[in-house]
């Protein structure tokens, strides 16, 4: 097949979406859905609360550590910020809260019973928080808290 005027050529490659437009001769190396993750966590949805609410980041290899600048009470993921630093190229997203570290791998998945009748009932990733006050997760979706069992899977409120 030829290749004619206004033709986009779209190529994927691990962790990274690039398109190419070839219509004016310029390659457009645009990147999709990724960020930088040491400039670029603010447009991410990741909340600090407590304190100022402002944080470092650190990236070393693919593990990148948030840390409060001043204090912090709790951290909050949107399971979709994850999926963006995992394509990013992030591994483990690191949140330090004082003495205490919690580690999420951005490949985090969640699963059971209440997950799929809350995706049943129209939430989508961004719908579900992921919470932590350095102690334990919880996960929050529309005003209710769930427990997160080892193995994905949600558990209600009522047994937290």
Avoid: C
């Amino acid at each position: 097949m030829g290749g004619g005027t206004g033709t986009t050529t779209t190529v994927i490659t691990a962790g990274k979406a690039l398109i190419e437009t070839h219509s004016s001769g310029q390659k457009d190396m645009t990147l999709y859905d990724t960020v930088d993750p040491e400039t670029e966590t603010n447009t991410l949805q990741i909340f600090l609360d407590g304190g100022e609410g402002t944080y470092s980041t650190e990236l070393s290899e693919t593990v990148l550590t948030l840390t409060p600048e001043g204090n912090g009470s709790q951290w909050t993921v949107g399971q979709d910020a994850l999926g963006i630093l995992s394509r990013s190229g992030v591994e483990t997203l690191r949140l330090v809260l004082g003495e205490k570290v919690i580690e999420l791998d951005t490949e985090m998945s969640f699963s059971g019973y209440l997950y799929g009748m809350l995706r049943a009932q129209g939430y989508v990733s961004s719908d579900f928080l992921i919470e932590t006050d350095g102690n334990e997760i919880w996960i929050q979706v529309d005003q209710s808290a769930y427990g997160l069992k080892a193995d994905g899977s949600l558990e209600p409120e009522d047994d937290l």
